[in-house]
């Protein structure tokens, strides 16, 4: 499989994390919450549960992206029942009019991000190019 490109937009945030799988490829929007963890930097996609982290943003930020690009591997590994099932699993939900296109309200950062340091939290949003 070819490698995915995530582009990041710190200005553009979403309130809906969106899968979709066409013709043999993933296109996804997520929200990705970046902050400080003691002396290092961590990207968490709350939706997919997946992080990333480092010592620089662009450390953590490559982590996350080879992160993604595993869990879009394993999801091609997958039938398509198992891939609904799975992406179900996590909270998405198949659209009513396009059926592989999955969505998933953002999921908020009470309770979720207790171990990032206070103040340090900005919220992104990663799209594939």
Do not use: W
Request: one cysteine or more; glycine letters at 6%.
């Amino acid at each position: 499989m070819s490698k995915m490109a995530f582009e990041v937009d710190s200005k553009k945030a979403s309130d809906i994390d969106e899968i979709r799988i066409k013709n043999g490829s993933i296109g996804a929007t997520l929200n990705i919450l970046t902050g400080m963890q003691g002396e290092y930097f961590l990207h968490y996609c709350p939706s997919l549960e997946i992080s990333g982290y480092g010592k620089t943003e662009d450390e953590a930020l490559e982590l996350l992206r080879n992160e993604l690009e595993v869990f879009c591997e394993d999801l091609f590994e997958m039938n398509q029942k198992e891939r609904e099932h799975y992406l179900i699993s996590l909270g998405f939900k198949k659209q009513k009019f396009h059926n592989k296109n999955f969505s998933k309200a953002y999921v908020d950062e009470n309770g979720r991000l207790r171990d990032f340091d206070e103040g340090t939290v900005k919220r992104e949003l990663l799209e594939t190019a």
